[in-house]
């Protein structure tokens, strides 16, 4: 390396790169070496410094981002130049002989690197083949700032380039990029290794770094499928062909839907969906070499239980969904990646909704909804857009804030405008704006321009202050009335009282709320002022936030609230009514109800038959059970209500019947579980069993449910951490070509009753189910299969038996992806979490050195279960001396919901105990 003069001028922000040059095209040539995990590299840069940014004298120096490379040349111009690194800030400094003038320039830098094993850059990705010999695979991951960890370059989203990729590989192995191989020669190698293929890909469209993708490895690929032009393919490790032919179906119908929905043909050459047994995020959206995990993508159809394949689908959708918005439309700075993944989450909602209408998609989200619900209900909450500036400010925007509460905004912004204003716009926005960098009120002055709403006033108020509204509905003679405060939780220390944060502080939103009565429904913007509506029948039942698409919670008056019990609760629709439940689960932790009157209510809804609502009320239920010491009284007699509320819906849902909908076959799940673990049930325990032995016994491969967080599925009891409300697959999506063999396994067992099944033996069985479970885990036929018997390890009973999976995920078996969820699942284990706890942190140091970086808040985020005062403030005292720093905000809304789990215990109890006896 060569030192640049003590005297180099530096830029003032260290985390903004000056705009004095901008690139226009990188050639990178790359040089994996996947046995000694190392590569090397030539990146050449076509670029012009800018006269506007370095001034008419223009630059002595260019200033780019490198990070954990070893740089051995620059050539500026195709002169040697001087260069310095500096690894705090991530930056290379480029000082040529003499400065540039303004105008077009080269820039050339040979560089080495190491595949590492943390899950970004360039890193290694193994597998065992059917000899049991480990193979590696060199793949990518460049979001947020990780494209500086594989070549040099200007790693911010508004510095767009062409990128032409070139990889130099064994030429046994597979490789693929963004565009289309255009080109593939010998390479003879100058050491004596063995002579190499040098594989060219055509150049890409102008794109963002963060989108560069290439993957070399041992691998297969599918037939294509020509989806009106498109070649579309799945990528994937030898010997899983036979799960790949969901994800084509699922891509082949997106690919057409978005080009519809968009008005605007797919911006780039071929899709490749990539799955890769490691890989630390749940997938990226590279344009045209899409990653994923493998259980988001390889799946069995008919032994996959409904969530699984929902799961395959939403992703699918979601990553072709950001091939417009995203990566033909792109962000300019890191503080707008919220609109990037909540439109892309809104988009993957409405393409499966229209893939499979019979899921209820919309519906099914009301409970991610919820969860961003929850989050916003402290004080640590965060506005959807906040400033970006560092790396680690990046990686903590990447939560249940952006996905859920944006997309939940932008499907309320929808259904206030209806679907064809909001489309028009959305249109107009991808056109103006194709190619090139946006800020978030681009896109709402384009709804407003095509739909003429106060679009841009309307959502301010959602994005730039954080929390949300309670809104409160009271009648007043003939009229309702209808106010706004903000809602908090109890025991959370910014709250002015039960329900309500900051009073008098004066924060409204600009409200779209829908209303209806006497069969009407009227919309309309509540805002600061009080909304007074005349009612046709002052006896008739109201409902506020008609449809349930409204990011708010509703508190009705006692009249109000009494008119939707009973027969009421019929009028409304399933949301409707999960939402009934969900708000009043919330007003429990808040303060403002008792736990004796929301089980008094839920016990109402016995005649209820809809998967959603009862994925509410078994949340509450659960809920209720952790306020409990679990082996008392008033736990047992708590066990007893919630079996004599579900036994009876368990015996009249039945067996499974050929040709009945999916939901009803997910509900018999979800309740048989919550029937023998919450319900403490001992035939349906023992009916349990029964299913499990005939599985493990049947040739027929098993089912599984898991997400990129580790969700355990909707049975057992892990308190509010609970299901992600992912549902199936059912009917006919039209011709999508020759897609592959989608899996002829006939299940033995009904996977939803297996997958309870499965998880009640893990809660109640020894070590013999122990062993079986975790041999399951080792040796499942698919990837759902095996990671729903790992992290049903995590549920047992048995002191030891959590024990042991807690070491089982510090041991090098479980996957660096897998790992820290399989210790969250622990720590949320409903007798055992306070020792899972302990484990995790005695062993903090050696997590933090071996986990991916991004999965360390998520591995602690069941702390928030653990409710009694000497474990709160063991937990509170160790993150003070121990900050996670690339998520602090997100460990401190863990910390305080910690708090508010306390509050909970100790206001309700005593006293819920005493009603109870």
Not at 61 to 70: A, F, G, H, M, T
Not at 874 to 902: K, S, Y
Request: glycine residues 10%; aromatic residues 8%.
């Amino acid at each position: 390396m060569t030192d640049a003069p003590a005297d180099a001028p530096t830029h003032r922000d260290p985390y903004r790169l000056p705009r004095t040059a901008i690139p226009q095209r990188y050639d990178v040539t790359l040089y994996p070496d996947l046995d000694a995990a190392s590569f090397s590299g030539t990146v050449h840069v076509e670029l012009v410094v800018d006269a506007d940014g370095a001034g008419p004298e223009g630059t002595g120096e260019l200033v780019l981002n490198s990070i954990d490379l070893d740089i051995h040349l620059c050539q500026v111009d195709f002169q040697e130049a001087s260069f310095r690194l500096d690894p705090a800030t991530e930056r290379l400094f480029v000082r040529p002989a003499a400065p540039l003038a303004p105008g077009p320039h080269t820039l050339t830098i040979r560089f080495d690197g190491v595949l590492n094993d943390k899950l970004r850059g360039f890193y290694r990705s193994t597998y065992r083949d059917a000899d049991g010999v480990e193979r590696v695979i060199a793949t990518t991951q460049m979001q947020s700032t990780d494209c500086r960890r594989v070549f040099p370059c200007w790693d911010e989203p508004d510095f767009k380039a062409v990128f032409g990729i070139t990889l130099v590989i064994d030429p046994d192995l597979v490789a693929v990029s963004n565009s289309p191989e255009s080109g593939r020669e010998p390479h003879a190698t100058s050491d004596g290794a063995p002579d190499r293929v040098a594989v060219t890909f055509a150049d890409t469209m102008v794109m963002s770094t963060y989108l560069v993708a290439f993957v070399v490895g041992p691998l297969e690929i599918t037939d294509t499928v020509d989806v009106d032009g498109i070649p579309l393919r799945v990528v994937h490790v030898p010997g899983k062909g036979h799960l790949t032919g969901f994800g084509l179906e699922v891509g082949a119908y997106c690919l057409r839907w978005f080009q519809d929905y968009y008005g605007i043909d797919y911006p780039g050459d071929k899709v490749d969906l990539v799955a890769l047994p490691d890989f630390a995020a749940g997938a990226m959206e590279n344009l045209g070499c899409i990653t994923f995990r493998e259980n988001l993508l390889l799946v069995d159809p008919a032994t996959a239980t409904q969530n699984e394949r929902q799961l395959v689908a939403d992703v699918v959708a979601h990553e072709l969904a950001h091939m417009w918005f995203g990566d033909l439309v792109t962000m300019r700075w890191w503080n707008g990646i919220w609109l990037n993944e909540a439109f892309a989450t809104f988009m993957e909602l409405a393409a499966c909704d229209a893939f499979r209408p019979a899921w209820g998609r919309w519906t099914s989200f009301g409970l991610e909804r919820s969860l961003a619900l929850e989050t916003d209900s402290l004080t640590s909450t965060r506005p959807v857009e906040y400033e970006v500036r560092s790396p680690a400010d990046c990686e903590g925007m990447f939560d249940i804030l952006t996905y859920q509460k944006g997309g939940a905004l932008l499907r309320m912004l929808q259904q206030y405008l209806g679907t064809d204003r909001f489309r028009e716009g959305v249109n107009h926005y991808l056109r103006t704006h194709a190619y090139a960098n946006t800020e978030t009120s681009d896109l709402w002055d384009a709804i407003e321009h095509t739909s003429g709403e106060p679009v841009r006033r309307m959502m301010d108020s959602w994005i730039w202050q954080p929390g949300y509204p309670l809104v409160r509905a009271e009648l007043d003679g003939a009229d309702l009335v209808l106010t706004q405060s903000p809602f908090g939780f109890a025991g959370d220390p910014g709250t002015g009282g039960p329900g309500t944060r900051e009073p008098g502080s004066g924060t409204t939103w600009v409200v779209p709320v829908g209303v209806r009565h006497a069969d009407r429904t009227e919309r309309f913007l509540l805002d600061a002022e009080p909304v007074r509506m005349p009612l046709s029948d002052t006896d008739a039942p109201v409902v506020v936030n008609a449809g349930g698409d409204g990011f708010f919670r509703v508190a009705y008056d006692e009249r109000l609230r009494a008119r939707l019990a009973g027969e009421a609760l019929h009028g409304l629709d399933t949301l409707e009514r999960y939402s009934l439940v969900d708000d009043a689960w919330n007003a429990v932790v808040a303060g403002r109800l008792t736990a004796i009157e929301y089980l008094e209510l839920v016990e109402g809804f016995g005649g209820e038959r809809e998967h959603a609502v009862w994925q509410a009320i078994v949340i509450g239920l659960r809920g209720l059970g952790r306020i409990l010491d679990v082996d008392g009284d008033a736990h047992a007699a708590l066990r007893r209500r919630v079996a004599d509320l579900i036994g009876p819906v368990v015996d009249d849902l039945g067996d499974p019947r050929s040709g009945e909908p999916e939901l009803t076959g997910k509900l018999r799940g979800l309740l048989v579980g919550t029937l023998a673990v919450l319900g403490d049930d001992e035939p349906t325990q023992r009916r349990c069993r029964e299913l499990f032995e005939m599985a493990r016994s049947a040739p027929a491969g098993d089912t599984g449910d898991t997400r990129d967080t580790g969700d355990t599925g909707d049975t057992g009891d892990t308190g509010d951490i609970g299901d992600t409300g992912d549902t199936g697959d059912t009917g006919d999506t039209g011709d999508t070509g020759d897609i592959g063999d989608t899996g002829d396994t006939t299940p033995a067992v009904d996977p939803e009753l297996l997958l309870a099944a499965t998880s009640v033996v893990a809660a109640t069985g020894d070590e013999h189910d122990y062993e079986r479970l975790l041999d399951g885990f080792r040796n499942g036929s698919t990837p759902q299969e095996q990671l729903r018997q790992l992290f049903a390890l995590a549920e047992s009973d048995r002191a030891d038996l959590v024990a042991r999976t807690c070491e089982l995920a510090m041991s090098g078996e479980v996957k660096t992806q897998n790992a820290p969820f399989l210790l969250r699942a622990c720590i949320a284990n409903r007798r055992h979490g306070g020792a899972a706890w302990a484990f995790v942190r005695d062993h903090w140091d050696a997590a933090l050195d071996r986990f991916p970086s991004n999965t360390i808040v998520r591995m602690i985020e069941s702390v928030k279960l653990l409710d009694r005062p000497e474990l709160v403030d063991d937990v509170q005292t160790f993150f003070a001396e121990h900050p996670i720093e690339q998520a602090r905000r997100t460990m401190e809304q863990t910390l305080e919901r910690q708090h508010v789990n306390a509050a909970l215990r100790e206001r309700e109890a005593d006293r819920f105990a005493t009603a109870l006896a």
